[in-house]
Structures are given as C-alpha cells and as structure tokens.
C-alpha cells in the first residue's frame, strides 16, 4: 500500500517581485523635453540673425554704391572704425569700390551667432556679385539692443587680383 505523506502549509510565501521601476521614463522625457527647448532656442536665434543680416547688407551695400563710406563708419561699432584708423578705412572702402564697382545681389551663404562677454556677435557669409566679377563677403555685426553694428569687414574676389 502507498503511503502518502501530508504536505506541511508554507509559511513564508516567496517574495514578490519588485515592481519595475518607471523613473527611467521620467528621466528620458526630461531629457527629450530639454533638447526640444535647446532646439527651439538655436533656430529661433538663427531665425533672427538671418532676418536681421539681410537688410544690414543692402545698407552697407547701398552706403557703399553711393560712395557714403564715412556713413558705414558712423553706423558702425566703435570698434570697426577707431578714431586713428578711421581714414585708413574711407581708402579701404573707396579702392573697393573702384576695383570691384557696384554692389548688385547678394545671397546667404552661411550665418553663425555666438554670444560671449564682449556681447552677442552675428558672422555672415554673402555671394555677391559686383561689377567687376563675383566676390564673397564676411561681415561681423555686434548686436545691440536688436539692431547689427559692423564689427568687422573682409572681401574676398578674383577681381581684386587684377
């Protein structure tokens, strides 16, 4: 005969399992929330530094066609144009003018921001077309209380070679 033993009752269940922890979802949603915020910033700064270099080319542009090159100086940062060097900057702009001609249209080719502790300074890039041959231009602008002041100017055309 078969004897059946009786099976004693447990008396510690085993333990549960941990329930699984949701704070890597928070982490992550974080961290997605904040690039979203870091993106928006970037092109929004982007935004207004493109929206604001357009017009400040056709100024300088029309300033320079017109032969106003004192009018570039007076509009520009007191950096750009110091009280010593300020004749030296006319002649710059007048043997541009007579080598390269009439600034006509001019397109964007790159922009750059950066902020530092001398201020908020906007680099931009333009194809133009001169009189003379096609040149690209780099203007640097300090930007004070939402306008661009020219910072700094370079050129640079085959045409010049001539």
């Known amino acids: 005969m078969s004897s059946i033993t009786p099976v004693e009752p447990l008396e510690t269940l ?3 399992l941990p329930k699984e922890s949701s704070s890597w979802k928070w982490w992550t949603a974080g961290g997605v929330a904040a690039l979203l915020v870091l993106m928006w910033q970037c092109g929004s700064t982007l935004w207004e530094a493109r929206s604001l270099s357009y017009p400040a080319v056709a100024a300088f542009h029309l300033h320079l066609n017109s032969g106003e090159y004192d009018q570039i100086c007076n509009e520009a940062d007191e950096e750009f144009a110091p009280e010593g060097k300020r004749d030296k900057t006319v002649k710059f702009f007048q043997a541009l003018h007579a080598k390269l001609g009439e600034a006509g249209a001019s397109s964007l080719a790159n922009i750059n921001v950066t902020r530092n502790t001398n201020g908020t300074f906007l680099t931009a890039t333009f194809s133009t077309r001169f009189a003379e041959g096609e040149g690209s ?3 640097t602008w300090r930007k004070s209380k939402g306008t661009l ?3 700094r100017y370079t050129v640079n055309s085959d045409a010049l070679m001539k």
């Open 14 to 16: 085993p333990p549960s």
């Open 137 to 139: 231009e780099e203007f």
């Open 149 to 151: 002041k020219l910072y």
